[in-house]
């Protein structure tokens, strides 16, 4: 593998192709694309958190002019079987009644029945004369309680683990890890440090809500437009719960405004073309900001304990870790990630972790960036933050000297190839934010941020046209910049121009299977994929040359983008240039495409050190991020400026869960704050410029050495944040987030106000 | 298929403990296979049903994670983890 210094695009940071239409509006989003005869879809929402439904009568919105369908959960399929064959996993069951509720409404917003009609308007009409008899239930509204003795069941025939010789219980499924003799080595350490910490329900706060048109034909095939992070997974999810083909459903990507995993999944979808279906009509539905909030995302909420045991050198020996993740109104919280992620940057001889996937009366939670490790690793990292504070020695020396290196073995099993932990925490040590001294009344705070990343199912083809322009087609919407880091690798591949090459993302009836754009695997999978379709596209163009040069094709090279004889090949011929071989192509055999499926193996973990300065208000408990400092290693960062984005992004997503965001219910299960204006995220003038550095310790599976960056960068934000406050005030508060009135009223607890 | 005396070394196969209450609380075999389909289906050999519960599982072969890898080939002194797949947002 080349290294990155000899790269001649790679690594350069060139204007994204799809910058110019975003900006100037000329892009099409989820809600824009408006059909002929178009409709507009509704959902009721249950108003209830918890309630059994007796009966849902739709006859008298259907008698209201410029109505044409209504569906509830009766009129789709019941029993639907099998496991989703997507990214997030789950049963088609469970995503089949998260879309509309059957016997029982499990979330205040559970979809109950939709409408299509006319306009908006008498669609919400619509929806206010549709009957519904509800049964109410009492409300499972956080872990503690679920997990509780005597508990309301939320689904009367969950076992835990599927052990039916056990009784019902609203906890899922429980992980283990265990290494070493874990009680002996807290016997044996001379500090122990344990801690008990909260992290709220948040969203993903992407700015495009959810949206989809559906077009249902007399063939009984569909089409459906929709804003996604995975296009394909929406066609088998979809198919899944409609019991249809995946052959009969094409599903075309619009552009996507944020996802972060939130768009791994499916809402609208199979109502929108339930209800096309039965009106003959396009139908259109777009989510309000409230639906958003109420009825997608969110991220888990969690209760962890967490132990540290070390020696007085500041070897840490042991350590422990109690997890309960909220799941939603379905099993499925990203527990299991967490379990594995929450040790990662250490290497322990002797540890415990113990998680718990428990339902709740709240939606049903979705991927978001690193799913499931930020809630983990803010507790082990303030722990490891409390713990250098005890022994008195630097937090990064302690990271240092207990940092997984290549060859330990992770936590969660495999033997680390080389990993760029320790890099990044020498990076932090030597960086000027650190180095300088801190101001007056300033904390300062410092975590390690860790995620998997990975690889799955990702195809490309590569198209030469008659001018030796380049289109590269892949299946991955672009959310991050992907369609430039495509062009980059292609141009670097072939030997030519960025701007001599454009990419596409083809729908499902265009282009080859690809897994959703998530779990950083775009940039490495898919980019494997348009190299391999490139070096296709150069075996092609060698043997062009060759018939054309009257030599065999093992007799000619590739170089910076032309086809030359080898040296000692004994021909008097000038180099063919990609454009000369595309002008010539119909003379020579014909068009050139080159192809690549695959699915990628290999992905690189990525490793982060963060660090902030922060002031801490005492007469209004508000924070404020003085500056923020993102370290990670991207293995190779391909599209330069687009790797910072992602570091700054996630940092600003992760300090907002840290510092302010948080869903709040009422006693009932009802949200009460399912806006922007009361759950707020953080805005530009909120933040500092996020200074970066990126690391590049190249992953040895991949052809640039990428190892995926989108997700790592929101882990170590959230301990980060909390470690610096702690810095400031004197004293920790575990629960976040650390918002105004959290931070006043532990500041008053602490001084007995 | 499972280890025989005398015909070693065999990978080793190490189940999490989440998957223990499927192998009876074995939390390490010995198998010979060439590839990662091969250790599936002596591991279903020696406990039925198990190849269903693996299809839902990640692994990491010689500490490369790999999702649905079957053909991956596995040495006779490689280490197989099965884990928990990993998602992303």
């Given at each position: 593998m080349?290294e990155?210094h000899?790269?001649?695009?790679v690594?350069?940071?060139?204007?994204?192709?799809d910058?110019?239409?975003?900006v100037?509006?000329?892009?099409n989003?989820?809600?824009?694309?408006?059909?002929p005869?178009?409709?507009?879809g509704?959902v009721?929402?249950?108003?209830?958190?918890?309630?059994?439904?007796h009966s849902v009568d739709?006859?008298?919105?259907?008698?209201?002019d410029g109505?044409y369908?209504?569906?509830?959960g009766?009129?789709?399929?019941s029993?639907?079987?099998g496991?989703?064959q997507g990214?997030?996993?789950?049963?088609?069951s469970?995503?089949?009644q998260?879309?509309?509720a059957?016997?029982?409404?499990?979330y205040?917003?559970?979809?109950?029945?939709?409408?299509a009609?006319?306009?908006?308007?008498i669609a919400e009409?619509?929806?206010?004369?549709?009957?519904v008899?509800?049964e109410?239930?009492p409300?499972?509204?956080?872990?503690?309680?679920a997990?509780?003795?005597g508990?309301?069941?939320?689904n009367e025939s969950l076992?835990?683990?599927g052990?039916q010789?056990k009784p019902?219980?609203?906890?899922?499924?429980?992980?283990k890890?265990?290494?070493?003799?874990v009680?002996?080595?807290f016997?044996?350490?001379d500090?122990?440090?344990?801690?008990?910490?909260r992290?709220?329900t948040?969203h993903?706060g992407?700015i495009?809500?959810?949206?989809?048109?559906a077009?249902?034909s007399?063939e009984g095939?569909?089409?459906?437009?929709?804003?996604?992070?995975?296009?394909?997974?929406?066609?088998?999810?979809t198919a899944g719960?409609?019991?249809?083909?995946?052959g009969?459903?094409?599903?075309i990507?619009?552009?996507?405004?944020?996802?972060?995993?939130?768009?791994?999944?499916i809402?609208?979808?199979?109502?929108?073309?339930k209800?096309?279906?039965i009106?003959g009509?396009?139908?259109?539905m777009v989510m309000s900001?409230e639906?958003v909030?109420?009825?997608?995302?969110p991220t888990?909420?969690?209760?962890s304990?967490?132990?540290?045991?070390?020696?007085k050198?500041g070897?840490i020996t042991?350590?422990?870790?109690?997890?309960a993740?909220?799941a939603?109104?379905?099993?499925g919280a990203p527990?299991g990630p967490?379990c594995?992620?929450?040790?990662?940057?250490?290497?322990?001889p002797?540890?415990?972790?113990?998680?718990?996937?428990?339902?709740?009366?709240?939606?049903?939670?979705a991927?978001?960036r690193a799913p499931g490790?930020?809630?983990?690793?803010y507790a082990?990292e303030?722990?490891v933050?409390d713990?250098a504070?005890?022994l008195?020695v630097?937090?990064?020396?302690?990271?240092?000297q207990?940092?997984a290196?290549e060859g330990?073995?992770?936590?969660y099993?495999?033997t680390?190839p080389?990993?760029g932990i320790?890099?990044?925490?020498?990076v932090?040590k030597a960086h000027?934010?650190y180095t300088?001294p801190?101001?007056e009344?300033v904390?300062?705070g410092?975590s390690a941020g860790?995620?998997?990343?990975?690889g799955m199912?990702s195809s490309?083809?590569v198209r030469?046209?008659?001018d030796?322009t380049v289109t590269v087609?892949?299946g991955?919407?672009?959310?991050?910049g992907?369609r430039?880091?495509?062009?980059?690798m292609a141009?670097e591949t072939?030997?030519?121009?960025?701007d001599?090459v454009?990419?596409h993302?083809?729908?499902t009836?265009?282009?080859?299977?690809?897994n959703?754009?998530?779990?950083?695997?775009t940039?490495?999978a898919?980019g494997?994929?348009v190299v391999?379709?490139?070096?296709?596209?150069?075996a092609?163009c060698?043997?062009r040359?060759?018939?054309?040069?009257d030599?065999?094709?093992?007799?000619?090279d590739w170089?910076?983008?032309e086809?030359?004889?080898?040296p000692g090949v004994?021909?008097?011929?000038?180099?063919?240039?990609?454009a000369d071989i595309?002008g010539?192509?119909g003379?020579?055999?014909?068009?050139?495409?080159?192809r690549?499926?695959?699915?990628?193996q290999?992905a690189?973990?990525s490793?982060?050190?963060?660090m902030a300065?922060?002031?801490v208000d005492?007469e209004t408990?508000?924070?404020?991020?003085?500056n923020f400092t993102?370290?990670?290693?991207?293995?190779?960062?391909i599209?330069?400026a687009?790797?910072?984005?992602?570091m700054?992004?996630?940092?600003?997503?992760?300090?907002?869960?840290a510092?302010n965001?948080e869903?709040v219910?009422?006693?009932?299960?009802?949200?009460e704050n399912?806006?922007f204006l009361?759950y707020?995220v953080?805005v530009?003038?909120?933040?500092p410029?996020?200074d970066?550095?990126i690391?590049?310790?190249p992953?040895?599976?991949?052809?640039?050495?990428v190892?995926?960056?989108g997700?790592t960068?929101?882990?170590a934000p959230l301990s980060v944040a909390?470690n610096?406050?702690?810095d400031?005030?004197?004293?920790?508060?575990?629960?976040l987030?650390?918002?105004?009135?959290?931070v006043?009223?532990?500041?008053d607890e602490r001084e007995?106000? | 298929?499972?280890?025989r005396?005398?015909?070693m070394p065999m990978a080793k196969?190490v189940?999490p403990?989440?998957?223990?209450s499927h192998t009876g609380?074995?939390?390490?075999i010995a198998?010979?296979a060439?590839?990662?389909?091969g250790?599936?289906?002596?591991v279903?050999s020696?406990w039925p049903?198990?190849?269903a519960?693996?299809?839902?599982?990640?692994v990491a072969i010689?500490?490369?994670?790999?999702?649905?890898a079957w053909?991956e080939p596995?040495q006779?002194?490689?280490?197989?983890?099965f884990m928990?797949?990993?998602?992303?947002g």
């Amino acid at each position: 593998m080349a290294e990155a210094h000899d790269y001649k695009v790679v690594g350069t940071s060139p204007v994204r192709p799809d910058g110019v239409d975003k900006v100037t509006g000329r892009a099409n989003f989820g809600a824009d694309l408006n059909l002929p005869n178009m409709l507009h879809g509704k959902v009721l929402r249950s108003p209830h958190a918890h309630a059994r439904i007796h009966s849902v009568d739709v006859s008298r919105a259907l008698e209201l002019d410029g109505v044409y369908a209504a569906v509830s959960g009766a009129d789709f399929p019941s029993g639907a079987e099998g496991e989703i064959q997507g990214e997030g996993g789950g049963t088609v069951s469970d995503l089949a009644q998260n879309i509309v509720a059957r016997d029982k409404a499990l979330y205040h917003g559970h979809p109950v029945a939709a409408v299509a009609a006319k306009s908006p308007y008498i669609a919400e009409r619509a929806l206010e004369l549709i009957d519904v008899d509800y049964e109410v239930l009492p409300a499972v509204l956080d872990v503690d309680d679920a997990m509780a003795d005597g508990a309301t069941l939320i689904n009367e025939s969950l076992h835990t683990n599927g052990d039916q010789s056990k009784p019902p219980s609203n906890v899922a499924g429980i992980t283990k890890f265990e290494r070493g003799d874990v009680e002996q080595a807290f016997a044996d350490a001379d500090i122990i440090i344990e801690g008990e910490y909260r992290t709220p329900t948040a969203h993903q706060g992407y700015i495009e809500p959810h949206a989809c048109t559906a077009t249902y034909s007399e063939e009984g095939k569909a089409t459906i437009w929709c804003c996604t992070q995975g296009h394909f997974d929406v066609r088998s999810m979809t198919a899944g719960v409609l019991g249809m083909s995946v052959g009969d459903l094409k599903v075309i990507p619009s552009e996507i405004g944020g996802g972060f995993g939130g768009k791994t999944v499916i809402y609208l979808e199979p109502l929108a073309v339930k209800l096309s279906e039965i009106s003959g009509r396009p139908v259109k539905m777009v989510m309000s900001r409230e639906e958003v909030f109420r009825a997608t995302g969110p991220t888990s909420a969690t209760h962890s304990r967490v132990k540290v045991g070390a020696m007085k050198d500041g070897t840490i020996t042991a350590a422990s870790a109690w997890i309960a993740y909220e799941a939603g109104a379905f099993p499925g919280a990203p527990v299991g990630p967490g379990c594995m992620a929450i040790f990662a940057p250490y290497d322990l001889p002797n540890f415990r972790v113990e998680g718990f996937d428990v339902l709740v009366n709240k939606p049903k939670v979705a991927a978001y960036r690193a799913p499931g490790a930020p809630q983990a690793m803010y507790a082990m990292e303030s722990a490891v933050d409390d713990l250098a504070r005890e022994l008195g020695v630097d937090p990064i020396d302690l990271r240092l000297q207990n940092a997984a290196d290549e060859g330990t073995q992770a936590p969660y099993g495999p033997t680390f190839p080389p990993i760029g932990i320790k890099k990044c925490l020498e990076v932090a040590k030597a960086h000027a934010n650190y180095t300088t001294p801190k101001g007056e009344g300033v904390g300062r705070g410092i975590s390690a941020g860790f995620w998997f990343n990975i690889g799955m199912q990702s195809s490309a083809e590569v198209r030469l046209s008659e001018d030796g322009t380049v289109t590269v087609v892949e299946g991955n919407p672009d959310i991050g910049g992907t369609r430039a880091s495509m062009c980059l690798m292609a141009a670097e591949t072939l030997g030519v121009p960025y701007d001599t090459v454009r990419a596409h993302v083809g729908d499902t009836e265009s282009t080859g299977f690809c897994n959703v754009t998530g779990g950083s695997r775009t940039t490495f999978a898919t980019g494997m994929a348009v190299v391999q379709a490139c070096e296709d596209i150069i075996a092609q163009c060698k043997q062009r040359a060759a018939a054309t040069w009257d030599i065999d094709a093992d007799q000619v090279d590739w170089t910076d983008g032309e086809a030359v004889p080898k040296p000692g090949v004994n021909v008097d011929v000038k180099p063919l240039s990609l454009a000369d071989i595309a002008g010539n192509a119909g003379r020579t055999g014909g068009p050139i495409l080159g192809r690549a499926s695959l699915n990628a193996q290999g992905a690189g973990a990525s490793f982060s050190v963060n660090m902030a300065d922060v002031t801490v208000d005492r007469e209004t408990g508000k924070v404020d991020v003085v500056n923020f400092t993102a370290i990670q290693d991207a293995g190779t960062a391909i599209h330069r400026a687009y790797v910072e984005g992602q570091m700054q992004g996630g940092a600003v997503q992760g300090l907002g869960w840290a510092l302010n965001e948080e869903y709040v219910y009422d006693a009932n299960g009802e949200m009460e704050n399912a806006g922007f204006l009361d759950y707020r995220v953080p805005v530009t003038s909120d933040m500092p410029m996020i200074d970066t550095h990126i690391v590049e310790v190249p992953n040895p599976s991949h052809p640039y050495g990428v190892r995926g960056v989108g997700e790592t960068p929101i882990v170590a934000p959230l301990s980060v944040a909390a470690n610096a406050v702690r810095d400031a005030l004197g004293f920790r508060i575990p629960d976040l987030p650390l918002s105004p009135p959290n931070v006043l009223a532990a500041i008053d607890e602490r001084e007995g106000a | 298929m499972l280890a025989r005396p005398g015909r070693m070394p065999m990978a080793k196969v190490v189940f999490p403990d989440h998957l223990l209450s499927h192998t009876g609380g074995t939390r390490e075999i010995a198998v010979e296979a060439k590839n990662f389909r091969g250790i599936v289906r002596a591991v279903d050999s020696r406990w039925p049903g198990m190849e269903a519960v693996l299809m839902k599982t990640a692994v990491a072969i010689d500490g490369q994670i790999y999702q649905d890898a079957w053909l991956e080939p596995v040495q006779p002194d490689s280490e197989v983890f099965f884990m928990q797949r990993i998602e992303g947002g």
